[in-house]
């Protein structure tokens, strides 16, 4: 009996070990979906960029940033009676777990500010999502024409192509 005790002490601290095993911490990455952008006119010195976000967590979208543009702000769209309006969401827009937030004209958007040329429809600009807690997302963002309400463009192949997070 007392040999047998000896055993399981010796035991013990190897079965505490393999359940103590570490959880796998899950990479919460943002999903993109439908990246858009509307072409400019010449002078226009402002753009909007469209784009579904759903992140597997509470997380928020904080800002953007693109080569193409000055500086990139997340906006909220609203409508005062008849006027619209349009204000920066400084602390981010919120991205609730596992909800799909659309980004679409008359809502919220990036807006990409001071513009170094005109956005071209065609054209496909890169657009860098940061966000509190997950990793940066690349979007490579296609330039629908002027007025164009969606991406217009059917989605090339398989989802997510050409818009996957590329880190
Ligand atoms: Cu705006």
Same mark, same amino acid.
Do not use: C
């Given at each position: 009996?007392?040999?047998?005790?000896?055993?399981?002490?010796?035991?013990?601290?190897?079965?505490?070990?393999?359940?103590?095993?570490?959880?796998?911490?899950?990479?919460?990455?943002?999903?993109?979906?439908?990246?858009?952008?509307? +072409?400019?006119?010449?002078?226009?010195?402002?753009?909007?960029?469209?784009?579904?976000?759903?992140?597997?967590?509470? @997380?928020?979208?904080?800002?953007?940033?693109?080569?193409? +543009?000055? &500086?990139?702000?997340?906006?909220?769209?609203? =409508?005062? %009676?008849? $006027?619209?309006? =349009?204000?920066?969401?400084?602390?981010?827009?919120?991205?609730?777990?596992?909800?799909?937030?659309?980004?679409?004209?008359?809502?919220?958007?990036? =807006?990409?500010? @001071?513009?170094?040329?005109?956005?071209?429809?065609?054209?496909?600009?890169?657009?860098?999502?940061?966000?509190?807690?997950?990793?940066?997302? @690349?979007?490579? $963002?296609?330039?629908?024409?002027?007025?164009?309400? %969606?991406?217009?463009? +059917?989605?090339?192949?398989?989802? %997510?192509?050409?818009?996957? &997070?590329?880190?």
């Amino acid at each position: 009996m007392r040999r047998l005790i000896l055993t399981l002490g010796l035991l013990a601290p190897v079965a505490i070990h393999a359940v103590a095993q570490p959880v796998a911490a899950q990479p919460a990455t943002v999903r993109a979906e439908q990246p858009w952008a509307r +072409a400019t006119a010449p002078r226009q010195t402002v753009g909007g960029v469209y784009v579904t976000l759903t992140s597997p967590v509470d @997380d928020r979208l904080l800002g953007a940033s693109s080569p193409v +543009a000055g &500086h990139l702000e997340v906006h909220e769209m609203t =409508m005062e %009676g008849n $006027v619209m309006r =349009m204000r920066e969401l400084t602390g981010g827009l919120k991205l609730p777990a596992g909800q799909a937030v659309a980004l679409a004209p008359g809502g919220f958007h990036v =807006m990409l500010v @001071d513009l170094k040329q005109p956005l071209a429809a065609g054209q496909v600009i890169p657009v860098q999502l940061r966000f509190e807690h997950a990793p940066p997302v @690349d979007l490579q $963002v296609r330039v629908a024409p002027v007025g164009a309400k %969606g991406p217009g463009v +059917a989605p090339s192949g398989a989802q %997510g192509s050409g818009m996957e &997070h590329a880190h």
